[in-house]
């Protein structure tokens, strides 16, 4: 018997390159989607036949209404340990096991120092007027004897402290449950919200989306930023309070934002950010390196494989 998988999002065609999709046991046909698609329906439709899904992140989300018109899906494998657009709790009551696979933070850390950088720098708006002819049109600044405000102090949000050390910067922390304790041990000093985002040069966001963080920094947040900061979102892009942050931008009462994740991914042509000399957009890419595509998919593959011989890895579902 034949088993149907369909890859999904692979925006750079590389799925197929990354694994060896040939050792999987029994006959399996792989279908390889390469947009995305949001309509649910249209989901829904697209991967009806298939009894099991290779998912990258969170590209394609999953939530209840979906696993309902997928009577045919047993397995759902998710690259990373966690992915908050997939309803566990459907997919465990629909019968879908869903697996996992590990990866690097390391993408993600020195995308937010690429990101910070070019900001404060002014790179990409230097490129840009460099082709146009024009020689040197911004003056940037040093991250020595700036402050950074780190809005969270996870994994990442350690990684990217150490890095704001050794680059000779002040370091300050906040979130919810942080303590002075843990902000030393990274570090950095932890401070109140208020005094993060009215101290702080650059504010970097190092949070997990959850209900709790949905929308967790607002209007009155932004506006106590100096004049000239600058706000990186690597995180997710639901965490900030888009129109707020549009406004701020827009009326330029920062200096600027080096974004990476947005409420609607992919971002619409047509998105306000877009026209915004003052932003730079990366494409949600901040895992997306060789290495890190490579675990993904190897693992990916191990984990169909196990799943197919009865014995599944990884398992995420309860």
């Given at each position: 018997m034949t088993t149907k998988l369909a890859i999904l999002d692979d925006y750079q065609r590389v799925a197929l390159e990354m694994a060896d999709w040939s050792g999987l046991p029994g006959e399996v046909d792989?279908?390889?989607?390469?947009?995305?698609?949001?309509?649910?329906?249209?989901?829904?439709?697209?991967?009806?036949?298939?009894?099991?899904l290779a998912a990258m992140r969170e590209r394609t989300p999953f939530p209840r209404a979906l696993f309902e018109k997928l009577p045919n899906l047993k397995l759902l494998v998710t690259t990373g340990m966690r992915n908050g657009a997939i309803d566990m709790a459907a997919a465990a009551d629909h019968n879908v096991t869903v697996c996992g696979t590990a990866g690097s933070t390391e993408a993600t850390v020195?995308?937010?120092?690429?990101?910070?950088?070019?900001v404060v720098r002014?790179?990409?708006?230097?490129?840009?007027?460099?082709r146009m002819g024009k020689w040197q049109t911004s003056v940037g600044w040093n991250l020595a004897g700036r402050t950074i405000g780190l809005v969270g102090l996870g994994r990442l949000g350690a990684r990217?402290?150490?890095?704001?050390?050794?680059?000779?910067?002040?370091?300050?922390?906040w979130s919810e449950n942080l303590t002075a304790e843990r902000a030393r041990e990274c570090g950095a000093e932890r401070v109140s919200k208020a005094e993060l985002f009215s101290q702080a040069d650059v504010v970097s966001i190092h949070l997990i989306l959850s209900k709790r963080s949905r929308g967790?920094?607002?209007?009155?947040?932004?506006a106590l930023m100096k004049p000239d900061a600058y706000l990186v979102n690597t995180s997710r892009g639901p965490i900030v309070d888009e129109n707020a942050m549009l406004e701020v931008l827009e009326a330029g009462r920062i200096g600027g934002a080096a974004l990476d994740v947005y409420d609607l991914e992919p971002?619409?042509?047509?998105?306000?950010?877009?026209?915004?000399?003052?932003?730079?957009?990366?494409?949600?890419?901040?895992?997306?390196?060789?290495?890190?595509?490579?675990?993904?998919h190897v693992e990916t593959v191990e984990d169909i494989a196990a799943w197919l011989k009865g014995e599944p890895i990884r398992v995420l579902t309860s």
């Amino acid at each position: 018997m034949t088993t149907k998988l369909a890859i999904l999002d692979d925006y750079q065609r590389v799925a197929l390159e990354m694994a060896d999709w040939s050792g999987l046991p029994g006959e399996v046909d792989i279908t390889v989607f390469a947009d995305n698609e949001a309509d649910l329906d249209k989901v829904a439709a697209r991967l009806a036949p298939f009894e099991v899904l290779a998912a990258m992140r969170e590209r394609t989300p999953f939530p209840r209404a979906l696993f309902e018109k997928l009577p045919n899906l047993k397995l759902l494998v998710t690259t990373g340990m966690r992915n908050g657009a997939i309803d566990m709790a459907a997919a465990a009551d629909h019968n879908v096991t869903v697996c996992g696979t590990a990866g690097s933070t390391e993408a993600t850390v020195e995308m937010i120092w690429a990101l910070i950088q070019a900001v404060v720098r002014q790179i990409p708006q230097e490129d840009k007027a460099t082709r146009m002819g024009k020689w040197q049109t911004s003056v940037g600044w040093n991250l020595a004897g700036r402050t950074i405000g780190l809005v969270g102090l996870g994994r990442l949000g350690a990684r990217t402290a150490a890095i704001a050390n050794f680059f000779n910067m002040r370091v300050i922390a906040w979130s919810e449950n942080l303590t002075a304790e843990r902000a030393r041990e990274c570090g950095a000093e932890r401070v109140s919200k208020a005094e993060l985002f009215s101290q702080a040069d650059v504010v970097s966001i190092h949070l997990i989306l959850s209900k709790r963080s949905r929308g967790l920094i607002g209007a009155d947040d932004l506006a106590l930023m100096k004049p000239d900061a600058y706000l990186v979102n690597t995180s997710r892009g639901p965490i900030v309070d888009e129109n707020a942050m549009l406004e701020v931008l827009e009326a330029g009462r920062i200096g600027g934002a080096a974004l990476d994740v947005y409420d609607l991914e992919p971002l619409p042509t047509d998105h306000p950010l877009l026209r915004l000399e003052n932003v730079i957009i990366s494409p949600h890419m901040a895992y997306v390196t060789a290495e890190n595509m490579t675990q993904f998919h190897v693992e990916t593959v191990e984990d169909i494989a196990a799943w197919l011989k009865g014995e599944p890895i990884r398992v995420l579902t309860s």
